[in-house]
């Protein structure tokens, strides 16, 4: 019989073991923070217990394959020859990020964000309108307009009037400069979940999306405990939490300094965090507080939010937590700013971050 014949889809099927192992050793490596030798350790425990390897490829297989392929490379680690990530594996990192967080991400134009304002724009829409005295020919609907022409007229005595004319809408692209600030205070591993890693992963995707699809928007990355400092991204995979107490005002102080400095019109914070601000920074010394909210850090903060408004910065908040004072302290944050806050679990934390994002449309100043 001649045709086509479509057989059952199974997940994984005609990946190598070497590719299926290359997944898993990737997810351990963000676990681990970048460290080879303890990612290699699990990989090899999870091997014993469910055989993922077999007699013909063995783990010493897939890591000399590691080392071939240019993941790791001999190195330094605390002083003893051991084995490191390469660069490959750092962009390799991020499109795994990319492609799991991101993965209903349709091709797109590189370009920029649309804005909420139609008008003669550089990205066209499905949606059509009437012609208006000043639109552009070349943003003529010429199929829509000729058929107008058709209907209004008839096909005998063909006419083509201002009347019959549609045209493509269009919307204007704006740069967009992001902040992005990761809570690493001590908190990110309490009571036994791991808060942190879902956070990096969340870091690759958005630096991957922002630097393939969006190479005009800008990404500035940095994490806050007792302070705040700024990383690359190629320090992503070996982020660590601290022993550290939560200095809000510390991230948010960087955050408005690095955004400053950039030059695009549209300027935005997302912060990522599970907890309450709990220090903040008093000339060379710490103030802190675990219990509660503290009236003095408090206000700081919320301060701070207020100034955020005031330069047209707003501050969307991803909060790991569901407590609910913590919700209203955060509720009260996002009201000073006007931002937005999401409380999202961690599994649903890639996509609300991708889609506030892909919607966040901005005014072309």
């Keep these: 019989m001649i045709g086509w014949h479509f057989s059952e889809y199974v997940p994984g099927q005609g990946e190598s073991i070497f ?4 997944k898993l050793f990737q997810e351990l490596l963000l676990h681990t923070s970048g460290d080879v030798s303890e990612a290699l350790s699990w990989l090899t425990e999870l091997d014993r217990q469910y055989g ?3 007699e013909e490829y063995g783990m010493a297989d897939f890591i000399q394959d590691l080392i071939d392929n240019g993941y790791i490379t001999n190195g330094e680690v605390n002083g003893q020859p051991g084995h490191i990530p390469t660069s490959k594996m750092e962009i390799a990192l991020r ?3 990319l492609e799991e967080i991101f993965g209903q991400l349709k091709k797109t134009k590189q370009g920029n964000h649309s804005t909420k304002y139609d008008g003669r724009g550089d990205e066209r829409a499905s949606e059509l309108r009437p012609y208006e005295f000043g639109d552009s020919l070349e943003s003529i609907a010429v199929s829509e307009s000729l058929r107008n022409a058709h209907i209004n007229h008839g096909i005998d005595e063909f006419q083509l009037t201002p009347d019959d004319l549609e045209v493509q809408e269009t919307f204007y692209q704006s740069q967009t400069s992001t902040a992005l600030m990761i809570d ?5 591993i309490l009571y036994g979940e791991d808060r942190i890693t879902p956070a990096k992963k969340v870091a690759l995707a958005l630096s991957e999306l922002i630097t393939t ?5 800008t990404l500035d990355i940095l994490v806050f405990g007792n302070d705040a400092w700024q990383i690359d991204i190629k320090d992503l995979p070996y982020l660590q939490v601290g022993p550290y107490h939560t200095n809000t005002v510390a991230g948010l102080e960087l955050a408005m300094e690095i955004l400053r400095k950039r030059r695009n019109p549209n300027k935005q ?5 599970d907890g309450k601000p709990t220090c903040i920074k008093k000339g060379k010394s710490y103030y802190k507080n675990s219990f509660g909210l503290d009236r003095k850090i408090v206000t700081r903060t919320l301060n701070l939010a207020t100034k955020c408004r005031k330069m047209n910065v707003p501050i969307t908040t991803f909060m790991i937590a569901r407590d609910p004072y913590l919700v209203r302290f955060v509720d009260q944050f996002t009201k000073a700013n006007n931002g937005k806050a999401f ?8 996509e609300f971050i991708f ?10 100043r």
């Design 95 to 97: 499109r795994q990020a």
């Design 355 to 364: 889609l506030d994002y892909k919607n966040n449309k901005r005014k072309k």
């Design 184 to 188: 690493i205070s001590h908190s990110m």
């Design 213 to 217: 699809r969006y190479p005009k928007d």
């Design 52 to 54: 993922l390897t077999n």
């Design 19 to 22: 590719e299926r192992l290359l």
């Design 343 to 350: 409380y999202s679990s961690l599994q649903g934390l890639g």
């Design 269 to 273: 914070i997302f912060m990522i965090t």
